[in-house]
């Protein structure tokens, strides 16, 4: 790419050298056929005077007497030979180098050549240098037209489909999702989740199985489940007491209830993902204490762990296999919590990014009489059964919000305003869409913090555990969203305008490979 640059680089140079050399010819030209003109003048001028010295001989000879006759002929203008010379010095000058090779290398060469003998500067972007002004000009005004960010224009309709969609959805979570434990919604996820771990641990076991593992019994319900993927995929920070950490003078105030939340390698995302490696690497385990991230080794003897893998690569792909596995035993609760028929759902893992409250210890939330910190608040969220299973329920009201909203966007925007078929679809940017999530999340958001302030009576941890986290999460990213687009909307799509043109790139690139193109 920068060879090719830098040759159409110097082939615009080259035209723009051509264009003035051809003024200059130009220039000469004129003033030849001025000079011409000059002394087209000057020879009938000539002509006159020798028509007029002819009628004065002749009357002279007519007239008797007169023996001589003294006459006097006005000086001429006569033609110099030096200004009918053409100036071969001004068109010798006019010369241009040429550039060429049979191949590319020896073309680039020439190239190479050129700009050092002419001593050219190629610094400066080069489209400043193959694009004219004008072009350039209108390249940047279809740029504004085509990709200049664009404000929402909607209308009564679409705010009231909108905040229509958010309600409804709103008065689902508030009489469908409502609490751990007794959430109606909440029984059908967790049924879901023991039936994905259940035959997870089934998938592992054939497999092991067929690769000569010493396997027995296949699990058959969730409980020997989560028991098998326990033992299959043992990690060194899976400790449930902090007696069972050598803390080294560091406090953690961890038990089996919230040890899922305190341990960083539990939580189903890329910090889980990072810690859980770098803990089977080092030996170490990490937990968040008191605001504060420490790392940890587990008291000699209680946990025997050993990454498995000959090279780097190798112990990274087993490193994440334990991470996956792990969770997924962890996620349904323990296999002792499950194994009774009491109806406890056990401690399952965090919804992502969940853990990252254990790193504000500050504040003060009054729980029972008792003052707490943000991270001591959340912990106790937790332990209410405010986990992945209950959070994978309370997404269940805001997928249906967004899939309402774009539904209805799309079916007004191909029967109401006539749009084709493919501008009606919710994908890409959308103006008036992006205002419509906005305010069906934030209808919904008023539902839940309306039903949980109504509920709970003003106790801090039941208002929690009644919020809907996973739609506040949703409607601020979609507040930022519109947020941006309006302070941006003088401002030029960068987005858009850089997937059309890889999209374009392609294309080219497509045709270049193609066998009738050279």
């Known amino acids: 790419m920068k060879e090719i640059e830098k040759s159409l680089q110097v082939q615009r140079l080259q035209l723009n050298e051509m264009e003035m050399q051809s003024s200059s010819m130009k220039k000469v030209v004129d003033e030849l056929h001025q000079e011409s003109n000059r002394q087209d003048s000057l020879i009938q001028n000539a002509e006159t005077g020798m028509a007029e010295l002819r009628a004065l001989l002749n009357e002279l000879e007519s007239t008797n007497g007169l023996d001589t006759v003294q006459i006097d002929i006005p000086e001429q203008e006569f033609l110099n030979q030096k200004e009918l010379e053409f100036s071969a010095t001004k068109l010798n000058t006019l010369s241009l180098d040429a550039i060429g090779g049979s191949t590319w290398d020896e073309y680039f060469e020439s190239v190479n050549r050129y700009i050092k003998d002419h001593q050219l500067s190629l610094a400066n972007d080069p489209m400043k240098n193959l694009l004219t002004q004008q072009h350039q000009l209108d390249i940047l005004n279809r740029i504004k037209d085509d990709y200049k960010f664009k404000t929402a224009k909607c209308d009564k309709y679409d705010y009231m489909i909108a905040s229509f969609c958010g309600i409804v959805t709103g008065l689902i979570d508030a009489f469908l999702v409502g609490v751990p434990g007794s959430s109606v919604l909440g029984k059908w996820t967790d049924g879901q ?18 690769n000569g593992a010493n396997v027995r019994t296949e699990p ?63 030996g ?18 209680t946990n025997k762990f050993q990454l498995q893998g000959n090279t780097f690569i190798s112990k990274i792909f087993a490193g994440f296999a334990n991470w996956l596995g792990h969770l997924m035993s962890d996620i349904a609760g323990s296999s002792g919590t499950r194994g ?60 249906i919000n967004e899939l309402l909203i774009k539904l209805m966007w799309s079916i007004k925007s191909l029967f109401y305003h006539k749009n084709s078929f493919k501008d009606s679809l919710p994908f890409g940017n959308r103006p008036e869409l992006r205002r419509m999530l906005v305010v069906g999340h934030g209808a919904l ?20 555990t009644r919020l809907n986290m996973v739609a506040w999460t949703r409607f601020g990213f979609a ?15 960068f987005e858009l305008l850089n997937k059309d043109l890889g999209l374009e790139w392609e294309r080219v690139l497509k045709e270049a490979k193609e066998p009738n193109n050279t």
């Open 193 to 210: 989740v023991d039936n994905v771990v259940t035959k997870f641990a089934k998938t592992v076991f054939r497999f092991d199985k067929a």
């Open 220 to 282: 058959s319900g969730i409980a020997s489940a989560i028991g098998y993927l326990e033992r299959r995929f043992k990690v060194n920070y899976d400790a449930r007491y902090a007696s069972d950490l050598d803390l080294g003078g560091e406090t953690l105030n961890m038990n089996p209830s919230n040890h899922h939340l305190k341990s960083l390698g539990h939580s189903p995302d890329i910090i889980g993902l990072f810690f859980s490696i770098l803990d089977q690497f080092t």
């Open 284 to 301: 170490e385990s990490s937990f968040i204490s008191d605001g504060k991230i420490i790392s940890v080794e587990p008291v000699e003897g």
């Open 340 to 399: 009774h028929d009491d109806g406890r759902r056990g401690a399952g893992i965090p919804i992502p990014f969940y853990n990252l409250f254990q790193l504000c210890d500050f504040g003060s939330i009054k729980v029972n009489g008792d003052n707490k910190t943000i991270a001591e608040f959340s912990t106790k969220v937790f332990e209410a059964g405010y986990d992945a299973r209950f959070g994978a329920t309370m997404a269940i009201p805001v997928v």
């Open 445 to 464: 958001c008023l539902v839940d913090a309306g039903d949980a302030a109504i509920r709970s009576g003003g106790e801090a941890l039941l208002f929690a």
């Open 479 to 493: 507040a930022f969203k519109e947020a941006r687009a309006i302070y941006l909307s003088k401002g030029i799509d």
